[in-house]
């Protein structure tokens, strides 16, 4: 993968209406403000952001783990490398978001906008994606592993060239058509269907996406 250009940005749209998180906030952008190069990142373990406008924000390596996120707008956001651990997601914004190696297991984030994300490499093993919108997702080697993705929407999305790793993930209801690359099963197409290898590539093709191919 390419790592593409993008201009760092600092400005907070709307803030969070809780004071703890408000102030996390401003410490690491006073930091940056003053100094772009300068090393910092956001602590914000176990603060409630609820209420905040963050699109577009750098909030690369921010350390987020179980902290409210729950529909914030984080469009655009730069969250490579984040730690997002248990993180409450549940109807936020993520979409065009970058999540380059982000570490998001156990995340909660049901109903969560992704569409156009880059989770290249992240990580969101045993997490809750329940009817989340993963529409043209770049998925290489993003591990979904034990994951709920049940009535997610992954079409158009990129599965490869390193395999997404579906490995007992429930993928029930799934919105797959046009997805294409390498994925890791085996998958749990309903409650208590584990299908893997050509028989899961069938169920692919048969969901409308026969370029999705199956490695074990």
């Excluded at 373990?45 to 963050?54: I, N, P, S, T, V």
């Excluded at 060239?161 to 690359?181: C, M, V």
């Excluded at 197409?189 to 199956?214: I, K, N, Q, S, Y």
């Amino acid at each position: 993968m390419v790592e593409e250009f993008r201009e760092r940005s600092y400005q907070v749209h709307a803030w969070p209406s809780d004071p703890a998180a408000r102030t996390a906030l401003e410490d690491y952008l006073r930091v940056r403000d003053t100094d772009d190069s300068a090393e910092g990142t956001l602590g914000g373990a176990g603060l409630d952001f609820r209420g905040a406008d963050l699109r577009d924000l750098d909030l690369s390596d921010a350390y987020l783990a179980v902290a409210d996120l729950d529909g914030v707008n984080l469009a655009g956001a730069d969250l490579d490398r984040a730690t997002l651990l248990g993180t409450k997601l549940r109807n936020a914004n993520l979409s065009a978001a970058h999540l380059h190696k982000a570490e998001a297991d156990g995340c909660e984030a049901a109903s969560a906008i992704l569409a156009g994300a880059n989770l290249f490499r992240a990580s969101f093993v045993k997490s809750d994606l329940r009817q989340a919108d993963l529409r043209g997702c770049e998925l290489s080697a993003t591990n979904f592993r034990e994951s709920d993705l049940r009535g997610v929407d992954f079409r158009g999305c990129h599965f490869g060239p390193t395999p997404t790793r579906l490995t007992e993930a429930q993928l029930s209801g799934a919105k797959i058509a046009e997805a294409h690359g390498e994925v890791r099963g085996p998958i749990y197409v309903d409650a208590d269907r584990l299908l893997g290898g050509r028989h899961l590539e069938d169920w692919f093709a048969a969901a409308g996406a026969p370029e999705v191919h199956v490695v074990e």
